[in-house]
């Protein structure tokens, strides 16, 4: 039986790994801000700067949920997921093979 709720996984998670990874979070977003501001680029600073936020808030989120999906189903699915993996990849690989020019 799944419940919504279980006291077990709160109380046998890692909270130092996740203190750890929004700390490494903090501080990169800290790094960025300043390594942005340092230069007069504009409106490009906080683009760069909000893209950072959106991608780490994004894949937080991603992580905790997933945290809460039993493991059976990420076992029954490992086919599907590791297929999307190397499309994604793949698709990847071709974006940056079309970008990629000659300097010389």
């Given at each position: 039986m799944i419940t919504v709720f279980d006291r077990r996984l709160f109380e046998n998670?890692?909270?130092?790994l996740i203190l750890i990874t929004v700390l490494i979070?903090?501080?990169?977003?800290?790094?960025?801000?300043?390594?942005?501001n340092a230069g007069d680029s504009g409106d490009v600073k906080h683009v760069l700067f909000q893209k950072q936020i959106i991608?780490?808030?994004?894949?937080f989120i991603i992580v905790l949920i997933s945290l809460f999906v039993p493991y059976k189903i990420f076992h029954k699915g490992s086919f599907m997921l590791v297929l999307l993996e190397n499309t994604l990849n793949s698709?990847?690989?071709?974006?940056?093979?079309?970008?990629v020019t000659d300097i010389d």
């Open positions: 998670f890692d909270w130092g979070g903090v501080l990169g977003l800290g790094v960025l801000y300043s390594a942005v991608w780490i808030t994004g894949s698709q990847l690989d071709k974006d940056k093979d079309s970008t």
